[in-house]
Each structure stands twice: as C-alpha cells, then as structure tokens.
C-alpha cells in the first residue's frame, strides 16, 4: 500500500519557467512533509519541508505547497535551472512515537531542465 | 565535518550468500535509519536506531537486520539474498530520534546475481 505517491515518474521542463511537482498521500495521521532531491551516485539531500499546520512554506526558488484537504501537495521551483535536473522525492511522517522516526517516501520525479 | 560514509560502495553477491553494509554517521549523531532505493518503489524504510536499540522497523522479512555499536556506527545485514534484494541501501543520520534532520550517505549498490 503506498501511502505517499508521486505519479509522474519524470517532468520536462524549459530553464527559466516554473517547475511543479506533486504529492498525493491517503494517511491522515501525516503532519509533516519534506521534499529530497537526489543526484545520481549520491544519496538524497533535504530541500524543504512543511508542517500541517501551514499550508506554504518558502525558501528562495522554492516553495512547498500542503493541501491539507486534499492530502496533495506540491512543490515549485521558480525559475527552474539546468543544476535542478535530478530526481525529487516527497516524504511524510507523524509525530515521533518514543523519539522512533520513520519517514514515508513517495516513488520519485526525475525532473529534466532543458536549457 | 565528514558526511555520512556507507561502505562498500558497490557490491555484487550471489543469491543466497549474505552480505554486510555499513554506515558511519556524522560525527556527534546518535540516530542511523537505513532505506531500500529500488526502481518505482522509491525509498522504502527498514529500521531506525538510536543509542544501540533498534526504535523501528519496517515491513521487511527477517532476513534483514541490523545493529549500532556504542560508537553509533551501524551495520545492515541481509542472508539468504535474493534477486529480489538488488538496490540501493542508504543509510541516514541524525542528531537523536524523532530528529527529522536527516542527511543522507551515498548508498551502496548491492546487485544480487
């Protein structure tokens, strides 16, 4: 059962525009979510992350978006550049049961930046 | 200060051989997760520790399993490999449980054959 999807296993985008990518996940018990971005032959870096009770968080280019409703979220990259190709994975977690963590990822988006 | 190091790097076994991986954290954490990376399922968690006790675990078979040593260095080990078993493992650190710091070390490919 996968609780964190990503349905788009790659996105193609121009350098300069806006580059969205999304996050579905079905466990109400999530409260807050993180985005990772990986490149090849290196293990994923953290990039950004949200708890529920926001809706939107920024940081420079990028912004995470938490539709709480829908359990959707989405992150967006503005302007996209040539060094943000590489694959994004959404993550989910719950509040620490007894200081235990355990971060719920999604399949991954292999985002391209075309110059 | 020196990142995550997952050792070896590359490793390729034969199914039912067993196999030993290992990740230092960075220096001063105290909480080591390993991951499972393989094509379309994307990174699926097998087991947290923190001060030597493992505080969870995923939903994997037995024949996975790990331990932190008082140093907080941690070793994942999996027996009776199976082609199934081909991925990427990366190891993960943090300041304690519950952190949600993380960083993450450059895996290894282990290729069962």
């Known amino acids: 059962d996968q609780q964190v999807k990503q349905n788009s296993p790659s996105l193609s985008v121009q350098e300069g525009r806006i580059s969205i990518l999304n996050c579905d996940y079905t466990n109400s018990m999530f409260d807050y979510f993180l985005w990772y971005k990986k490149y090849p032959a290196e293990g994923p870096t953290f990039l950004i992350s949200?708890?529920?009770?926001?809706d939107k968080n920024e940081d420079g280019r990028f912004t995470v978006f938490l539709n709480k409703s829908a359990k959707h979220l989405s992150l967006h990259i503005v302007p996209s550049q040539p060094g943000d190709s590489a694959v994004y994975f959404c993550?989910?977690?719950?509040?620490?049961?007894?200081?235990?963590?355990?971060?719920?990822f999604g399949q991954g988006t292999r985002l391209t930046i075309n110059p | 200060k020196a990142g995550v190091t997952q050792t070896p790097r590359y490793l390729i076994k034969t199914r039912g051989q067993q196999v030993t991986l290992s990740c230092s954290p960075i220096?001063?954490?105290?909480?080591v997760s390993w991951y499972q990376q393989t094509p379309g399922q994307g990174l699926q968690f097998l087991f947290e520790?923190?001060?030597?006790?493992?505080?969870n675990k995923g939903n994997f078979p037995g024949r996975f399993s790990g331990r932190q040593f008082s140093n907080s260095r941690s070793e994942m080990n999996v027996s009776t490999l199976e082609l199934g078993d081909s991925a990427l493992y990366l190891c993960?650190?943090?300041?304690?449980?519950?952190?949600?710091?993380?960083?993450f070390g450059s895996g290894t490919r282990l290729t069962v054959v």
């Open positions: 993960a650190s943090s300041l304690q449980a519950g952190s949600y710091g993380y960083t």
């Open positions: 949200i708890s529920s009770i926001k």
């Open positions: 993550a989910a977690s719950m509040i620490p049961i007894q200081g235990a963590q355990k971060l719920v």
């Open positions: 520790y923190f001060s030597e006790t493992q505080r």
């Open positions: 220096s001063g954490h105290r909480s």
